[in-house]
């Protein structure tokens, strides 16, 4: 089993950056592949960017693509999420989401993580 904290949220003006962080508990954070999802007032929870057990894989959702990047750290059993050119349409609780696999296959689903933080809330003001 793992535990999961996000921290870095905040408020922040459009064309902004922020970086989320997601730490782990456990001595087997390695061999879980992870995930950042996002859900905003009044819409379903909705995938962000996931990464490989090694970190080898990313994949992103099409919305994020060249703005966000997933990466981890797993001497720290931390998961990042560095958010650039950030827009009102980015404003959302963030969640960061865990699977044991060590295969290269990243969910795009909530239905994919087994484990999940309580979220940190990102607002992006125009």
């Known amino acids: 089993q793992v535990q999961l904290v996000e921290s870095g949220g905040g408020l922040v003006q459009a064309g902004g950056s922020l970086r989320l962080s997601c730490a782990a508990s456990g001595r087997t954070f390695s061999s879980y592949a992870m995930g950042w999802f996002r859900q905003a007032p009044g819409k379903n929870r909705e995938f962000v960017a996931g990464?490989?057990?090694?970190?080898?894989?990313?994949s992103y959702a099409d919305s994020v693509k060249g703005r966000f990047t997933i990466s981890r750290d797993n001497a720290k059993n931390t998961v990042y999420l560095q958010m650039n050119s950030l827009n009102p349409e980015d404003t959302a609780v963030y969640y960061c989401?865990?699977?044991?696999?060590?295969?290269?296959?990243?969910?795009?689903?909530?239905?994919?993580?087994?484990?999940w933080g309580q979220g940190t809330q990102v607002t992006v003001s125009s």
């Open positions: 990464i490989s057990w090694s970190g080898g894989w990313t």
């Open positions: 989401g865990a699977v044991r696999a060590r295969g290269p296959t990243i969910a795009t689903s909530q239905g994919g993580y087994d484990y």
